[in-house]
């Protein structure tokens, strides 16, 4: 992954509202959420929604699919991995013990 890439994801995660709906689609995964249940389980007004989904959309964490009259979101799981990656790609400087809590973290998040 480039920097201008890891940049832009982790732009769009920097406000409070983005990152709720990301963490939600998150949980979600891989099903996803329409529109509507994620705007009424965080409540927020539909535009601001819109808005916040397509800052997410064009940094490539969250995809989208219509399902009969419903779109539905859902985050991109491999492109959260990849950023976690980069962000760890140079971690510990021979020292494992560093990154070993955030390793821990994700082979107990590997269930899901």
Known sequence: MESEHAIEKLSSLAHAGRLSVFR????????????????????????????QLTILS?????QHRREGRSII????????TDLILYLMQDCCS??????EPVLDAVNKASCC
């Open 73 to 80: 979101y859902s985050a991109d799981t491999s492109a959260m």
């Open 94 to 99: 021979g020292r494992p013990e560093i990154c």
């Open 58 to 62: 064009h940094a490539g964490l969250v």
């Open 24 to 51: 939600l689609l998150v949980k979600a995964a891989p099903d996803g959420l329409a529109a509507g249940d994620i705007a009424r389980q965080l409540n927020i007004p539909p535009n601001t929604l819109s808005a």
